[in-house]
T-cell receptor, first 116, second 112 residues
Framework: GDSVTQMEGPVTLSEEAFLTINCTYT??????LFWYVQYPGEGLQLLLK?????DKGSNKGFEATYRKETTSFHLEKGSVQVSDSAVYFC???????????????FGQGTILTVHP | NAGVTQTPKFRILKIGQSMTLQCAQD?????MYWYRQDPGMGLKLIYY???????DKGEVPNGYNVSRSTTEDFPLRLELAAPSQTSVYFC???????????FGPGTRLTVT
């Protein structure tokens, strides 16, 4: 079945540090890939997405590139801020002849804490 | 627009009680989903719906029921609550033609 594996957390960084959160996946069909962010006490929000191989999703300084050859979608940001402290989820949705109904398969989430 | 709304925000149930978690969306989305989020885990799909009158099981449907009588509403019913159902529950919706899901703020449920 489909699955998503994220790097073990939590991750603690100082402000302006470089961030990488690793994400790899296994899927049948042709997945779209997503990063969702969950701020404390809130629901999930879509951060960025990529729908085909070699696409780069970007938003708010975050980037991730859909690498089909390595089945990866690592999240990066060049300079994190305290306000980036949140839980980050990698997820996929497979276009498998319409039978998946766009269901999301999530990784376990990575807690990011950024200190001033 | 309100987006996806959920009520209540918090609830404590005793073992064996029942309750309904409410979810509504005002975006005219066909697809709606219920997830649960356990500590340190990703979200698991409980049930989903592709339109009014059509629902199907997700990964972890045991102990839950859903209905979809209108496009806007997708309530989740817990029968005979058990401690294993202590979790945060999220409702989400998606429009046709895309894979982006919009999430509600969640309901934190404790069963003691």
């Amino acid at each position: 079945g489909d699955s998503v594996t994220q790097m073990e957390g939590p991750v603690t960084l100082s402000e302006e540090a470089f961030l990488t959160i690793n994400c790899t996946y296994t899927a049948t069909g042709y997945p779209s890939l997503f990063w969702y962010v969950q701020y404390p006490g809130e629901g999930l929000q879509l951060l960025l997405k990529a729908t085909k191989a070699d696409d780069k999703g970007s938003n708010k300084g975050f980037e991730a590139t859909y690498r089909k050859e390595t089945t990866s979608f690592h999240l990066e940001k060049g300079s994190v801020q305290v306000s980036d402290s949140a839980v980050y989820f990698c997820a996929l949705s497979v276009n498998a002849g319409g039978t998946s109904y766009g269901k999301l398969t999530f990784g376990q989430g990575t807690i990011l804490t950024v200190h001033p | 627009n309100a987006g996806v709304t959920q009520t209540p925000k918090f609830r404590i149930l005793k073992i064996g009680q029942s309750m309904t978690l409410q979810c509504a969306q005002d975006m005219n989305h066909n697809y709606m989903y219920w997830y649960r989020q356990d500590p340190g885990m990703g979200l698991k799909l409980i049930y989903y719906s592709v339109g009014a009158g059509i629902t199907d099981k997700g990964e972890v449907p045991n102990g839950y029921n859903v209905s979809r009588s209108t496009t806007e509403d997708f309530p989740l019913r817990l029968e005979l609550a058990a401690p294993s159902q202590t979790s945060v529950y999220f409702c989400a919706s998606r429009g046709a033609g895309g894979y982006e899901q919009y999430f509600g703020p969640g309901t934190r449920l404790t069963v003691t």
